[in-house]
């Protein structure tokens, strides 16, 4: 569903499989991170592993879905959808009342007006310049201190899915290669 007054984009990257899934979920929740610090002011935190927030309430998701068939090879590459919607006007009518309760919009936060084309550009141009740099060890070093200097619920308990089994821990660190720490 996308009710009006939100930004929702589909787009299709091509990387390499070792990019999958963890540096392209950092690298899209940074670039969306940044876009939207850039054009509204707000600070926004990323909920590990694929939701910003604000003010501890989520205000956009990131969705990855591979198309194709994923091989193994180090050197094999595969197509995948990255999805995003973000609540810019307000929060989406019709949500059951504990997960309106912890939503949120750009509207109620941001000092100045939202445009969501220069929302979509900003995040397109940072998602580039993101996946670029995964091509390098300075890059993927910046790109996991920038996400690490945004991730929400540091030392914090925290329950997470391993296959179907719920796991419950203290979140330490993320890394782009080994997960969360």
Known sequence: ASPRGGLYASLVVTVPVRDLPG?????????????????????VQV???????????????????TSGVVTRGPDD???VVVGIGVNVEGVPAG??????AAT??????????????????AFLTGLD?????????????ALVEAYRS????LDEPVRFLVGDAARRG?????????GVE
């Open 77 to 79: 590459v595969v197509g």
């Open 170 to 178: 203290i979140l330490r660190s993320v890394d782009l290669d080994r």
């Open 95 to 100: 949500l059951p009342d504990d997960v309106a």
């Open 150 to 153: 945004r991730l929400a619920l």
């Open 104 to 121: 949120t919009a750009l509207a109620h936060h941001a000092s100045r007006p939202i445009h969501r084309d220069d929302l979509l550009v």
């Open 129 to 141: 310049r993101r996946l670029a740099g995964l091509a390098s060890p300075t890059g993927r070093s």
């Open 47 to 65: 909920k590990w592993p694929n939701d910003l927030w604000i003010a501890r309430r989520k205000v956009a998701g990131i969705l990855l879905e």
């Open 23 to 43: 540096p392209l979920v950092v690298a899209t929740a940074v670039a969306l991170a940044d876009a939207i610090t850039v054009r509204t002011g707000v600070a």
